[in-house]
């Protein structure tokens, strides 16, 4: 009787080799969760609330001065010159508005853009941008201040976010605190946040348990994060209704002023690969079609690295080094607006 070409297979020989294949797996897994427990921390930065540091990486912050923990930026935001008195004879005003880019969260005064603009002699700088201000109250600190001021030109800082975005598009969670914030934010990045709306899904389980497991699962959901937050901020800037009474508050304030420019930052996400360049040409035709004269940062900052320009890994507000570049774009703008006559 002729042999079989092929070995007998057997059910113990088949549960073996399945034997030796998921024994196989379990090592590697456990060999890469050993190197995730030696090398690598799924450990959070300690929050200490807005405007203080878990560390200070560029040496600009200092010893928080009430003694608690983490570091704080001496003299921030730039607000002190806005509640100046009005300039006096032979000395014109220029007045900054805008909201926490402007004001300059987590730089130091003298490093902010406003207080770095070569001017000529005979111009004094009022900022009276504050952190938190959207569109309406930009208009609201238009009228107060310029009534006050009575400017020879007016600087609106513009940042996407001042559109307001729908609470439908908003993404809110409760941290291990009991604090409720949005997670959907490319100025704060709130890891805490993240982790707790992570951790708030089918396989929450392995959180905290599997420390590879953690570190890709928190990856992939940020990344999810990023998306939907892309999406929010489009939202604000789709066609329609609120986007035109937006822009018609912008002409609004700019045909009230001797001279207006707005100052469009971009926000500090991804510079290398800017997700947002097609609502920056839509602000910019949006403004021109209204005869508003306007600056784009994006110029500027397009395509460098975005870690050397945010305060900190989890503040994206731009740093003093790109406050010295915003500077550097915006006063030769500034200064053949006010070299020309003063409309009637």
Same mark, same amino acid.
């Given at each position: 009787m002729a042999e079989p070409l092929l070995p007998r297979v057997t059910w113990r020989a088949i549960a073996s080799r399945l034997g030796l294949v998921l024994a196989s797996v379990f090592v590697t897994l456990g060999g890469v969760e050993l190197g995730f427990r030696i090398f690598a921390s799924d450990a959070l930065p300690p929050w200490y609330g807005f405007g203080v540091y878990p560390d200070n990486p560029r040496g600009t912050f200092e010893p928080c001065p009430d003694g608690g923990p983490g570091y704080c930026?001496?003299?921030?935001?730039?607000? !002190?010159?806005?509640?100046?008195?009005?300039?006096?004879?032979?000395?014109a005003a220029v007045l900054v508005l805008g909201d926490s880019f402007a004001a300059a969260v987590g730089v130091r005064a003298v490093d902010t853009f406003a207080r770095q603009l070569a001017l000529p002699p005979g111009y004094q700088v009022h900022n009276c941008a504050s952190p938190g201000f959207g569109l309406d109250q930009v208009r609201d600190a238009f !009228?107060?201040?310029?009534?006050? %001021?009575?400017?020879?030109? &007016?600087?609106?800082?513009?940042? %996407?976010?001042?559109?307001?975005?729908?609470?439908? !598009?908003?993404?809110?969670?409760?941290?291990?605190?009991?604090?409720?914030?949005?997670?959907?934010?490319?100025?704060? &990045?709130? =890891?805490?946040? %993240?982790?707790?709306?992570? =951790?708030?899904?089918?396989?929450?389980?392995?959180?905290?348990? =599997?420390? +590879?497991?953690?570190?890709?699962?928190?990856?992939?959901?940020? +990344?999810?994060?990023?998306?939907? !937050?892309? =999406?929010?901020?489009?939202?604000?800037?789709?066609?329609?209704?609120?986007?035109? +009474?937006?822009f018609d508050s912008i002409t609004a304030m700019a045909h009230r002023s001797r001279r207006f420019l707005v100052v469009l930052w971009p926000l500090f996400e991804r510079l290398e690969a800017y997700p947002f360049e097609d609502l920056h040409a839509v602000i910019r035709a949006e403004l021109a079609a209204r005869g508003v004269a306007v600056l784009d940062l994006l110029d500027v900052f397009r395509g460098r690295d975005t870690a050397s320009l945010v305060v900190h890994a989890f503040d994206h507000h731009p740093n003093e080094v790109a406050h010295r570049l915003a500077a550097d774009a915006l006063a030769p703008r500034l200064r053949e607006l006010l070299e020309r006559p003063r409309p009637d």
């Open positions: 930026v001496p003299t921030s935001p730039d607000t !002190t010159s806005c509640m100046a008195p009005p300039a006096a004879d032979g000395i !009228t107060h201040h310029a009534t006050r %001021l009575v400017p020879e030109a &007016i600087v609106y800082a513009m940042v %996407l976010n001042d559109l307001p975005m729908p609470d439908a !598009t908003l993404v809110r969670v409760v941290d291990e605190r009991g604090q409720v914030g949005v997670v959907n934010d490319f100025v704060h &990045i709130r =890891s805490r946040l %993240l982790a707790a709306h992570a =951790s708030d899904g089918p396989l929450r389980s392995l959180l905290g348990h =599997s420390r +590879a497991f953690t570190w890709f699962a928190r990856r992939w959901h940020a +990344a999810q994060v990023a998306r939907a !937050t892309e =999406s929010a901020y489009r939202h604000a800037y789709r066609p329609g209704p609120l986007r035109d +009474a937006a």
